[in-house]
T-cell receptor, first 113, second 112 residues
Framework: DQQVKQNSPSLSVQEGRISILNCDYT??????FLWYKKYPAEGPTFLISISSIKDKNEDGRFTVFLNKSAKHLSLHIVPSQPGDSAVYFC????????????FGKGTLLTVNP | NAGVTQTPKFQVLKTGQSMTLQCAQDMNHEYMSWYRQDPGMGLRLIHY???????DQGEVPNGYNVSRSTTEDFPLRLLSAAPSQTSVYFC???????????FGPGTRLTVL
């Protein structure tokens, strides 16, 4: 039973446009959500996070939105750049225990020049 | 400041062999975790530690042992390797701040 779902295995966008990556979760105990970016042959890199007491968190070109009633979050990248091409993982934790993360399967983002 | 280091980068084992995957961090973090990533899958938690001397099981602990004798090191032991343990293994070090999440570069393990 997958508790964190990323239903789009891949996404392709043009440079300069917006990239929107989606994530759904089923466990209502999750109260902290994180996004990671992963390049091939490297470890995941933390990107941005959001607590369940917020509905939006912004960091430069990256914004995460959380809709608790729908158990849905999304990562917006504006504007998208070719260097953003990577696999993006959504992850969740309970009680801020970020050493016990539940990950989605990831979405491969390709930003075309 | 090296962050999180993992050795080896690559390893090939035969079924039944044992080995230890090393993980070390120099950030004085209390929390460390081991994950495995299989093709088309997200990362799955194997074991984690909330401090020296304290470890616990994650989602997929069978076939693996861990120990945490120091804050810096968190080795993962495969007791008797099986082909199902072919995977990429990532170690993570987590601090108390909201952005203190660091993964190592990974160990790619193949079990024949």
């Amino acid at each position: 039973d997958q508790q964190v779902k990323q239903n789009s295995p891949s996404l392709s966008v043009q440079e300069g446009r917006i990239s929107i990556l989606n994530c759904d979760y089923t466990n209502s105990m999750f109260d902290y959500f994180l996004w990671y970016k992963k390049y091939p042959a490297e470890g995941p890199t933390f990107l941005i996070s959001i607590s369940s007491i917020k509905d939006k968190n912004e960091d430069g070109r990256f914004t995460v939105f959380l809709n608790k009633s729908a158990k849905h979050l999304s990562l917006h990248i504006v504007p998208s750049q070719p260097g953003d091409s990577a696999v993006y993982f959504c992850a969740a934790s309970v009680g801020g225990s970020n050493y016990k993360l539940t990950f989605g399967k990831g979405t491969l983002l390709t930003v075309n020049p | 400041n090296a962050g999180v280091t993992q050795t080896p980068k690559f390893q090939v084992l035969k079924t039944g062999q044992s080995m230890t995957l090393q993980c070390a961090q120099d950030m004085n973090h209390e929390y460390m975790s081991w994950y495995r990533q299989d093709p088309g899958m997200g990362l799955r938690l194997i074991h984690y530690s909330v401090g020296a001397g304290i470890t616990d099981q994650g989602e997929v602990p069978n076939g693996y042992n861990v120990s945490r004798s120091t804050t810096e090191d968190f080795p993962l032991r495969l007791l008797s390797a099986a082909p199902s343990q072919t995977s990429v293994y990532f170690c993570a070090s987590i601090g108390t701040g909201p952005n203190e999440q660091f993964f190592g570069p990974g160990t790619r393990l193949t079990v024949l």
